[in-house]
């Protein structure tokens, strides 16, 4: 099993999903999106699960303060330019990602392993 969690360090769903790995002793690596975002890459093996509009965070703080809601942008170059724009945490397992806390998928991964 290869764990990667995506998200930030402030985030309470990342928070979960990092101590659901964590009780179950199963390592991950975290990406913390205030210091790093994704690669073109890594967005297109994400996009083959979600639409790149499922993955924009119109809740959120950044998406707010940049006033998105009132312009008109192009949704995969924001979100590689800006990775506080994702909605979090993501959570990878090889070609799996899950997008948001997800436990009961998370637990599928662990027992097909």
């Known amino acids: 099993m290869n764990i990667q969690i995506l998200g930030t360090k402030k985030c309470k ?16 690596q975290f990406r913390n999106f205030a210091e790093k975002g994704v690669s073109p890459g890594e967005l297109e093996n994400i996009k083959r699960v979600f639409d790149v509009e499922e993955l924009l965070d119109k809740e959120g703080k950044e998406f707010r303060k940049r006033n998105l809601g009132y312009m008109v942008f192009n949704t995969e170059t924001e979100l590689l330019n800006n990775p506080l724009l994702f909605r979090t945490p993501i959570v990878r397992n090889g070609k799996s990602v899950t997008l948001g806390y997800q436990p009961d998928i998370w637990k599928k991964w662990i027992l097909d392993d």
């Open 13 to 28: 769903d990342t928070k979960k999903a990092e101590r659901f790995f964590k009780e179950r002793n199963i390592k991950f």
